[in-house]
T-cell receptor
C-alpha cells in the first residue's frame, strides 16, 4: 500500500497570505489528523476528521481550518499567515483499528516571510 | 493536564543499549506509542504497547510500561548510527479521537 502523501512538500509564503495543504491517506484509512511541529512548541494537534466530519480540534485560532472529502483526502487552510505559522505540518491517518495507530506523512514545510 | 515528559538528549556509544524514558499523563490511555523522526522527515511508528501489558519486545526494541508510575521506556539494543534520530513517546487520552499527545522528543546521538 502506498503511504500517506502530503503536497506540497515545501512552501514559501509571505505574511497575510493564505495557504492550503493537502493530505492523501493510506487506502482504506478514513481518519485524518493534522499536527503542527515547531522547535518551540513541539508537536501540537490541530484537528481530526472522520467521514468528512471534524471530531476534535486543538487550541489553534480560527485562521486554521480544515476539511475532508468523500474519498478521505483532507486539506487544511491557514489564512492571514503570520511569521509564527512557519512550521512542519504533518498529517496522520488511521484505519480505525483498536490500536488507533496513526501513520504519518512526510510533512509540508511552510516558511512564512 | 496534557503534558508528556521526556528527557531531551541521550548520547550512547555504538553497540551499547539506549534507554529513552517518558512519563505520560493519563492512566486511562489505552495505547502508548513510540515514534522516530529523522532529520527532514515525518514520524515513523516504531512500536506501541497496550496499557494492560508490562513489556513488549520487537526485535531490537523493548518497551517497558509501569502503569502505576505512568512511566514508559524504550530500550534499543545494539544501538547503531542509523538509530540517531529524535524519539517521541505519545498517548491518546480516552475520548481523544486520535488526538496524539506527544512528548518534546529525545534526541539520540550515537557515536563510534
Amino acid at each position: 500500500k502506498a503511504g500517506v502523501t502530503q503536497t506540497p512538500r515545501y512552501l514559501i509564503k509571505t505574511r497575510g497570505q493564505q495557504v492550503t495543504l493537502s493530505c492523501s491517506p493510506i487506502s482504506g484509512h478514513r481518519s485524518v489528523s493534522w499536527y503542527q511541529q515547531t522547535p518551540g512548541q513541539g508537536l501540537q494537534f490541530l484537528f481530526e476528521y472522520f467521514s468528512e466530519t471534524q471530531r476534535n480540534k486543538g487550541n489553534f485560532p480560527g485562521r486554521f481550518s480544515g476539511r475532508q472529502f468523500s474519498n478521505s483526502r483532507s486539506e487544511m487552510n491557514v489564512s492571514t499567515l503570520e511569521l509564527g505559522d512557519s512550521a512542519l505540518y504533518l498529517c496522520a491517518t488511521t484505519d480505525g483499528s483498536s490500536t488507533d495507530t496513526q501513520y504519518f506523512g512526510p510533512g509540508t514545510r511552510l516558511t512564512v516571510l | 493536564g496534557e503534558d508528556v515528559e521526556q528527557s531531551l538528549f541521550l548520547s550512547v556509544r555504538e553497540g551499547d543499549s539506549s534507554v529513552i524514558n517518558c512519563t505520560y499523563t493519563d492512566s486511562s490511555s489505552t495505547y502508548l506509542y513510540w515514534y522516530k523522526q529523522e532529520p527532514g522527515a515525518g514520524l515513523q511508528l516504531l512500536t506501541y504497547i497496550f496499557s494492560n501489558m508490562d513489556m513488549k519486545q520487537d526485535q531490537r526494541l523493548t518497551v517497558l510500561l509501569n502503569k502505576k508510575d505512568k512511566h514508559l521506556s524504550l530500550r534499543i539494543a545494539d544501538t547503531q548510527t542509523g538509530d540517531s534520530a529524535i524519539y517521541f513517546c505519545a498517548e491518546i487520552p480516552p475520548g481523544g479521537y486520535n488526538k496524539l499527545i506527544f512528548g518534546a522528543g529525545t534526541r539520540l546521538a550515537v557515536h563510534p
